[in-house]
T-cell receptor, first 115, second 115 residues
């Protein structure tokens, strides 16, 4: 079974631009979560989508948004990029068949560099 | 709010020596507990998890961790370090019940294995 895939793997943007990152979960997985990883702040939860609805949200400004499609693929968008948005963005998917914990599987990440 | 503390941002051991990576959590209710490993330019891989049952949890690659409620700890150990264990290790927690997959991570411990 194919793992979580993220595209693109690397991205370079300039300040003020916007960017869209894509995540394809493992087949059958309905929950997709996004995390930002930076040297200064570490790994921080952005948001989680389940059945096309945002279920959880971290403490990030409104410039960070996401969505999930009917096939469970997810995208996250960052508008008006700032230098501090340079980070590794990780996506994770889980089966989520019940309210109990379901293991999350992480993708390789998208490395975003803002110049 | 939950929090995770990893003592020691860098740990160095000799090949064959014991590996001990420390993790303490702060939560009003014992959460689900995890250890993840991250190799350079890769996503996160789950080493082991504690959700319920036996407090000594065995994971992949010879790692294990023990949940100690009285100490709010979940330290990671491996009896004999191998060069291939060199990586960054993250302790994480998530809420029990209520659905959702939000992980709160510690700041990570970089493990160096020397000959």
């Amino acid at each position: 079974k194919a793992g979580v895939t993220q595209t693109p793997r690397y991205l370079i943007k300039t300040r003020g631009q916007q960017v869209t990152l894509s995540c394809s979960p493992i087949s059958g997985h309905r929950s997709v979560s996004w995390y930002q990883q930076t040297p200064g702040q570490g790994l921080q939860f952005l948001f989680e989508y389940f059945s096309e609805t945002q279920r959880n949200k971290g403490n990030f400004p409104g410039r960070f948004s996401g969505r999930q499609f009917s096939n469970s693929r997810s995208e996250m968008n960052v508008s008006t990029l700032e230098l501090g948005d340079s980070a590794l963005y990780l996506c994770a998917s889980s089966l989520q068949t019940s309210g109990n914990y379901n293991e999350q599987f992480f993708g390789p990440g998208t490395r975003l560099t803002v110049l | 709010a939950q929090s995770v503390t990893q003592l020691g941002s860098h740990v160095s051991v000799s090949e064959g020596a014991l590996v001990l990576l420390r993790c303490n959590y702060s939560s009003s209710v014992p959460p689900y507990l995890f250890w993840y490993v991250q190799y350079p330019n890769q996503g996160l891989q789950l080493l082991l998890k504690y959700t319920t049952g036996a407090t000594l949890v065995k994971g992949i690659n010879g790692f294990e961790a023990e949940f100690k409620k009285s100490e709010t700890s979940f330290h990671l150990t491996k009896p004999s370090a191998h060069m291939s264990d060199a990586a960054e290790y993250f302790c994480a927690v998530s809420d029990r019940g209520g659905g959702g997959n939000k992980l709160t991570f510690g700041t990570g411990t970089q493990l160096k294995v020397e000959l």
